[in-house]
Structure formats: structure tokens, C-alpha cells
């Protein structure tokens, strides 16, 4: 969600007041793309946030880390065409007013983008001159022209009411999405309505909606339970100085009978010492979360996540590791699959294993790290995981004899498990939490082991998404997941 989220704003900066005539372009550039898209982002002002507090943050995160070294290539390269700094081409290119669209042609086609951009007319003509555009077509009496060997395209639409002209840049992939675009200003078919604007603050430098519907990408489990559940979503997001709040909402105004409160709850406040905390569908934690940092496995084989809501926690542990506690709604036994090979008594007592000393995980979470966990019986046919790992003892720790629970507590992993069970499930109708992105990543660096060295090397292959999280010091959030329309804040703290 943070990589989403960033997206959208490296391209931006808020304004403490937009004027109507910033607010109008806006409107304007996303009436000319067309009707049938799965998403639209307008961006105002990008020159501010380069050149602010953001832009600075941003560029240091770049500077340590070499990060999103491809897309600081093709900006080097497109700069040296059109002869001129880096910062000068992209103010001049995208530092005003730009649209961003992504859609598919079809269902299951990987998704095509498309940028409009709100040149002055010296912008304009150096761009075709200077990097030697070959034309290439005519489509509804504009020219098409094709970049870098024809591997991009590009056009113009009639310039704004402010005399701006306006750029049309696609891959050579997504020439479908020019051609439907350039239909728009041909009046040769329905133009994309803006009425979902009228919900964002004024002060938005980022405008846009997202229609996950369908396949929904990766975002669907977050908010609904199936995919074909999934609705078409807004989001907007301010800036100010480093300070970045994210608003979701639904595409539709809901009716008097559906509509919530306008106020959404404030996020979670960040707890002393604790580096991530989630709440959302018990599914969801392990695929997106666990799953992607190796640790899907902490769930004993047999024991299927369910949708309901579950819990993680990470925080620094008593020594250089940290601990993580987590509590898992899982599915009813005739959708578990084969039943775990232990009884699990709803008595609080608890179960312990060895997880699989590596080097990495002993850097993680500390000497001998072990897993705690027992699995309970709220209700009939509603069982709740709940695990912890920690450092060990330093004692090592043998699997227990089939259907024997451990009774030892001097595990700081059973102590933590202990302390969960008699705690209330988290709510079921949100998703919610906050984190430290900045310390978890320097957590999840690559360990000696790993890379031969003391300290992790900055943008190592592999390493964009997560070093995206040392871009942002605090991060909070609250949604309001289904049933319902979903509605949220997320609030970041830029390094």
C-alpha cells in the first residue's frame, strides 16, 4: 500500500491555497482521457515538492540508498536530449499540472499507462526537436509520433484554456490507450467524468480514483474478503513540508442510508518500542505480509488463515532482536484441510519449537529463536492461532511428544503467547496500524551472511520495495473495510 501511495506522490506537492484556475487544468486534463480506465492520478505543482522539504527528503533517500536507479537513468538521459539540468526538465515536463492513467485492453492484459502533461509551448517544441521524434501516424487528424526507436510514442491534445499545450506520452505497447485518448478530443468518444473530485479537499495534490475490480491486483484483500466484492475507490493525498496524509473513499457517494461519518477514525498512535503493527483479515497478514519476508511457514501445516480480522506485531525484543506476536483467525475445519498433528486445548497451554536457526534469523530475532503458540476455541467452528517468536532461552528447545504441550513458561515467545490469550480479538470492520518503516528496514537488511559484510549495501537487486519504507520515519492508518463503503486515512512522517 506504502508503494502505491508513493507513486502517486513523488509527483506532487500540496499548496496551502490552489488557486480555481490549478484546480480547473486539473479537471480538464482528466476530461480528455477516456471513459473505460482502471485508474486516473492528477498531480499539481510537482516543481514545489522537488524543490521543499518533500523533494529534499526524496532526494536523500535517493542519494543513501541509490534508489529507483532506472527511473534516474531514463530522466539523466531524457535531460541530456533536450539539453538541459535534470530538475529543469522535469519542472518543465511535470512540475505543473500532469495526469497519470493506467487500464487494460482486456481482461487479464497487463496494464498499460499513458501521461498527459501541461507544457508551456517552448517545452513542447524542444521535445520534438531535440529528441529527434519521427512521425509516425495520423490518428483523428493529430500526429503520433514515435521516441527512442519508437519504443515510446508520442502526441498532442488542444492546448488548455490557459494556452498550455498538452503532451501525450505512452509506450509503444499502449498505443491502444493514445488512439482511445485521442478519440476523446476528436469527440469521437465519451470523455472521463470528474464528478468524484467534488469529495477531495481543496488542497489535494494528488487527485484520483482506482477501480479494482475483477482480478484487483493485490490491494482487494485488504479492503473485501473476494475480489468480485471489490469497488472502485478515491484517494487523494496532502503535503506539507514532510508531512503526508492519504485519504481512500469510495468512487460512488454512498446513499443517506450506507453513508458514515465523514470523520474517519485517527489512525493508531505509534507505541513505545514497537516497530509494526496490523490489523486486518488473518489471510492477508500471512499471503502479504509473512509470506513475503519468509516466515509463512510459523503457521503449523494443517491450519488454514481465514478472512476474519488477526493481528501482527513486531517490536524490538530485549536484546539486538525483535519479537514478533501475531493472532490468526483460522477457517472452520472442513476448509483447514488435514488437521494439525497436535491437540490444541483452549486451556492456555501452550506449544514451543526451534524455528530453523540461519544465520538470518538469529540476526532477526535473536540466539536460538524460537516459536511459541497455541491454538484456540472461541466459539464452535471459530479456532484463533496465537504465535510469538523471540530469542530463545539459550537453552535449545526440542519439539514436543505428540499431543504433549510444553508446560514450561520461561520462554519469553509463551509468555508473550500467554498474555494474548486472554486479550479481546481485534475488530473485524477495519484495517489498521502503524509502523516505524525506517527502523524495520535497516532490520531487514541483508544480513552478514547474506552479502559478506557488516552493514547492507544500498540498492541491492530486489531491494526497490523495501527500501521504499526507509523513505518514511512513522506511518499510521485506519480504514473502514466492508460491509460498507471503504473510507480511510493514512499519515506519514517523510525521513
Known amino acids: 500500500m506504502l508503494a502505491l501511495v508513493f507513486g502517486a506522490l513523488t509527483m506532487g506537492q500540496a499548496l496551502a491555497h490552489q488557486s480555481p484556475t490549478a484546480l480547473r487544468d486539473g479537471t480538464e486534463l482528466l476530461e480528455r482521457l477516456p471513459a473505460n480506465i482502471d485508474a486516473a492520478f492528477s498531480v499539481t505543482d510537482a516543481a514545489r515538492l522537488r524543490q521543499g522539504p518533500a523533494g529534499a527528503a526524496v532526494q536523500r533517500w535517493i542519494s543513501e540508498l541509490n534508489a529507483l536507479e532506472g527511473t ?35 481482461a487479464g492484459a497487463p496494464i498499460d499507462w499513458l501521461v498527459l502533461a501541461a507544457v508551456d509551448s517552448a517545452m513542447d517544441v524542444r521535445v520534438v526537436r531535440r529528441t529527434r521524434a519521427v512521425p509516425r501516424r495520423i490518428v483523428h487528424g493529430r500526429a503520433v509520433l514515435g521516441l527512442e526507436e519508437e519504443s515510446f510514442l508520442l502526441s498532442t491534445l488542444p ?8 503532451l501525450a506520452l505512452a509506450p ?42 475483477g482480478q484487483g491486483g493485490t490491494l482487494w484483500p485488504w479492503f473485501w474478503q473476494k ?16 508531512h503526508v496524509e492519504v485519504g481512500i473513499g ?24 514497537v516497530l509494526f503493527d496490523l490489523a486486518a483479515p488473518s489471510s492477508t497478514i500471512v499471503n502479504a505480509v509473512l509470506d513475503r519476508v519468509g516466515l509463512a511457514g510459523l503457521v503449523p501445516e494443517g491450519l488454514q488463515p481465514g478472512g476474519d480480522a488477526g ?33 490444541a486445548p483452549a486451556t492456555g497451554r501452550v506449544r514451543v519449537r526451534p524455528l530453523q536457526e ?9 540466539p536460538r529463536p524460537e516459536v511459541a503458540w497455541t491454538l484456540l476455541e472461541r466459539r464452535p467452528d471459530e479456532r484463533e492461532l496465537v504465535l510469538a517468536v523471540t530469542a530463545g532461552t539459550g537453552q535449545a528447545v526440542s519439539p514436543p511428544a505428540k499431543n504433549q504441550p510444553t508446560e514450561s513458561h520461561d520462554s519469553p515467545a509463551i509468555a508473550i503467547v ?6 479481546a480479538p481485534p475488530p473485524s470492520s477495519a484495517v489498521r496500524g502503524s509502523a516505524r518503516p525506517w527502523a524495520l528496514w535497516q532490520r531487514m537488511q541483508a544480513t552478514p551472511a547474506q552479502n559478506g559484510a557488516d552493514t547492507p549495501t544500498p540498492g541491492q537487486e530486489g531491494q526497490e520495495v523495501v527500501s521504499l519504507w526507509a523513505l518514511f520515519e512513522t506511518a499510521r492508518w485506519h480504514v473502514e473495510t466492508s460491509p460498507g463503503p471503504v473510507r480511510g486515512r493514512i499519515i506519514l512522517e517523510m525521513r
Do not use: N, Y
Not at 259 to 270: D, F, G, V, Y
Open 227 to 242: 475480489p468480485e466484492q471489490a469497488q472502485p475507490l478515491t484517494l487523494w493525498a496532502t503535503v506539507l513540508d514532510k
Open 159 to 166: 492546448p488548455l484554456v490557459d494556452g498550455r499545450s498538452v
Open 72 to 106: 534516474r537513468r531514463g530522466w539523466s538521459l531524457l535531460a541530456d536530449r533536450l539539453d538541459v539540468e535534470q530538475g529543469v526538465a522535469f519542472d518543465g515536463l511535470l512540475g505543473g499540472q500532469a495526469v497519470l492513467a493506467l487500464a487494460r485492453r482486456e
Open 358 to 366: 540461519t544465520r538470518a534469523a538469529s540476526d532477526i530475532f535473536g
Open 250 to 273: 469510495p468512487l460512488q457517494k454512498p446513499s443517506l442510508h450506507d453513508q458514515r461519518s465523514a470523520s474517519i477514525a485517527e489512525p493508531p498512535p505509534l507505541a513505545e518500542g
Open 311 to 343: 493481528e501482527l506485531i513486531v517490536r524490538r525484543g530485549t536484546g539486538k532482536g525483535v519479537e514478533l506476536g501475531a493472532r490468526l483467525a483460522v477457517a472452520p475445519h472442513e476448509h483447514a484441510g488435514s488437521e494439525p498433528d497436535v491437540s
Open 172 to 213: 509503444a505497447g499502449a498505443e491502444w490507450l493514445l488512439v482511445r485518448t485521442l478519440a476523446v478530443s476528436a469527440g469521437r468518444t465519451s470523455g472521463l467524468g470528474v464528478q468524484w473530485l467534488d469529495t477531495m479537499p481543496t488542497d489535494a495534490v494528488v487527485r484520483g480514483f482506482w477501480r479494482p475490480l
Open 418 to 423: 500467554l498474555e494474548a490469550v486472554g486479550q
